[in-house]
């Protein structure tokens, strides 16, 4: 897999220039990728559904564990996740509407559901699922299951497609056939 | 800074024999003494609420049960509340004059944990206070303190008519005539006056029941989720329900935190003083040792061997605005110094000083605990004392390498810069001491303090005083023997 391959980025979404990509990426509709992220494909493609928001510093890492022998793994991530600052994911599924708190960590064993929160600077590495609602919190990640799923920042991504493009190079989308 | 002085490196013997770094003493400046938390006295100065910064009179905070009653703490993770704004859409969407309706519901920013997961109501915008969550119990637990209320008034009556009985003569005249006031008020034909406390209550003790209440066989039946039980941390914070569901939980008001002053227990001045407002964070008096006793801190130890001697560089600093003399004394000097005192202090009987002193000398003093530390190296004491000039903060700054003119021992000095210098001691560990051990030298510090108390008119010179303590180093594993 070369690691010059260009991402997709499909019509809609807003992928600033200055970071750094290596392999298979693609990109839904209306997702914001900030500057000086990773987000890097080694085991496999990665795939993100729509209207995500990667902010700065944030590592995306597609690492299968050495032990899983599956051919052409991909990294499924599905809409409306937010991934803040500087947090490390590696799970290779996630579902929709959750939320990377910044410096927090999600190693490559974990099955993230929907409407999960990883709290600032919690740490997951043990092989589990999460369960929907799924809020982990606090120094020592202690988990509480929530009433309802986070609500999407629409204000947050109006305010970013208006201003990220007047300081920032933006890589261009690809047009559709 | 805490990285410097934190670690139990450098250690400073108390005058109650514990060991602590500087950042954790106190000076007295009266009766020159080191003081550490254990040994002084902590007083409460005020009450307030950190979060809302409201200062409250003791009395009120002892009527709220010590919380605040603006602040809400989450029950799932003890986080404070912050409220959040939220619209709701009008009741019947079919009225065009219908408005959305502003809302506020209390949310935690650490746990996400919000009140709509618990059912309470969301409030409306200018409304302020939140409901209260009422103890089912309240009216068993209100009779059952009024029941012991008037247990204590009835023990302390019954100590009364004992004292009156043992009473051989009485001087006043009502009670020699036999007329006091009850017996006026019968006479008069007035109905006698009860202490409603006094007067029997129908207070039914409780019944134990031979019924569990709750029935536990979903317990053996049903998987449990552990999400929806709440923990021990929780439920210990909401006492009064102690709920066992996560659906349970309430806000709890905020506990309320205190300004505490503290003062030297043998002199009764004050080695710390915060100003009064919740606001400030100043003191109005702050005697810690780190601006008072000369730091010291390791630089360089040689790997330690049994029978070498390793060189050991430490780090002198004056914290202070006079010119102080540090000389190094061996760990017994102090000892014998002490044992003469309290020779001397023991015979001459207490005069002149405070009765509340006198009472709390009677219940304080006490001789100072064995210092727990087993020295396991000699230090080489050196014969000449060390003089290093004030502390000037514009010198930290000059690079100019200014040129002091101490006549310094050039094996002890090994470096001097404005109001800090490097010696070099040598130290020996001893025979007895096993591979890997912790080694920790110890040594008499005697410094020039110059007090800072206003002098009388007699005597302008500020008054300078030698004032030793013990150090303790620890240099580290032995690694080896010659």
Known sequence: MSSKQTPKISSGALVCGDNKMHGDITFGTNSIVHPSCTISAESGPIIFGDTCIIEEQAKIIHRVPFYRTDKNPVMFIGSNNVFEIDCTVEAAKIGNNNIFEPKCFVGNKVTITDGCVIGAGCVLTDEQVLPKNTIVHGSGCKQREALDQPNPQFGLMDTLMRLLPNYHHIRKPIKKP | ?482
């Not at chain 2, 009450?47 to 602040?71: V, Y």
């Not at chain 2, 989450?74 to 009741?91: D, G, M, N, R, Y």
């Not at chain 2, 309320?256 to 002199?267: A, E, Q, T």
């Open chain 2, 1 to 482: 800074m805490a990285y410097i002085v934190e670690p139990d490196v450098v250690r400073y013997a108390c005058m109650c024999g514990l060991l602590k770094p500087i950042s954790r003493l106190y000076f007295c400046r009266h009766c020159l003494h080191l003081r550490c938390g254990f040994c002084v006295c902590h007083e409460v100065d005020s009450l307030f609420c950190g979060k809302c910064l409201e200062n409250l009179p003791s009395t009120e905070a002892k009527l709220k049960k010590n919380k605040c009653s603006n602040c809400l703490e989450c029950p799932s993770c003890h986080q404070q509340l912050s409220s959040k704004a939220a619209t709701v859409a009008p009741k019947n969407p079919e009225d065009p004059k219908a408005t959305p309706k502003k809302v506020i519901y209390l949310c935690c920013l650490n746990c996400r944990w919000t009140t709509r997961d618990v059912g309470i109501p969301d409030q409306e915008v200018g409304k302020s206070g939140w409901p209260e969550h009422e103890n089912v119990h309240t009216n068993r637990l209100n009779a059952i303190m009024n029941h012991y209320k008037k247990l204590v008034l009835k023990e302390k009556q019954q100590q009364m008519d004992k004292d009156k009985k043992q009473r051989k003569y009485t001087t006043s005249l009502a009670e020699r005539t036999g007329v006091t006031a009850s017996i006026l008020r019968k006479r008069l034909g007035m109905t006698e006056l009860k202490n409603p406390l006094l007067e029997a209550d129908d207070l039914k003790p409780a019944v134990a029941s031979k019924e569990i209440v709750d029935s536990i066989e979903h317990l053996l039946t049903t998987p449990i989720k552990l999400n929806d039980i709440t923990t021990i941390d929780q439920r210990l914070k909401l006492p009064d329900w102690q709920p066992t569901a996560v659906d349970k939980l309430y806000p709890v008001h905020k506990q309320l935190s205190v300004k505490r002053s503290l003062r030297c227990r043998s002199c009764e001045h004050n080695v710390s003083k915060p100003e009064y407002s919740p606001n400030s964070i100043k003191f109005k008096i702050q005697l810690f040792a780190y601006y008072h006793i000369p730091e010291i801190r390791i630089v360089t130890v040689e790997p330690l061997r049994i029978g070498k001697q390793c060189e050991l560089l430490i780090k002198l600093i004056n914290p202070t605005q006079h010119q102080t003399t540090i000389t190094i004394l061996p760990l017994e000097h102090l000892d014998a110094i002490q044992q003469e005192d309290t020779k001397v202090i023991e015979d001459p009987p207490e005069t002149k000083e405070p009765l509340s002193f006198q009472l709390l000398q009677s219940s304080l003093t006490s001789h100072p605990r064995q210092i727990n530390a087993k020295v396991g190296t000699d230090v080489s004491i050196p014969t000449s004392s060390i003089i290093l000039p004030a502390r000037d903060d514009a010198a930290e700054y000059d690079d100019t390498g200014e040129t002091q003119n101490f006549q310094d021992d050039p094996k002890l000095v090994v470096f001097r810069k404005s109001n800090k210098a490097v010696i070099k001691l040598l130290v020996a560990p001893m025979e007895n001491l096993e591979l890997g051990e912790e080694v920790i030298a110890g040594f008499t510090m005697q410094h020039v303090y110059t007090s800072t108390i206003a002098t009388t008119t007699e005597n302008k010179e500020p008054q300078k005083f030698d004032h030793k303590m013990k150090i303790y180093l620890t240099l580290g594993t032995l690694v080896g023997s010659q």
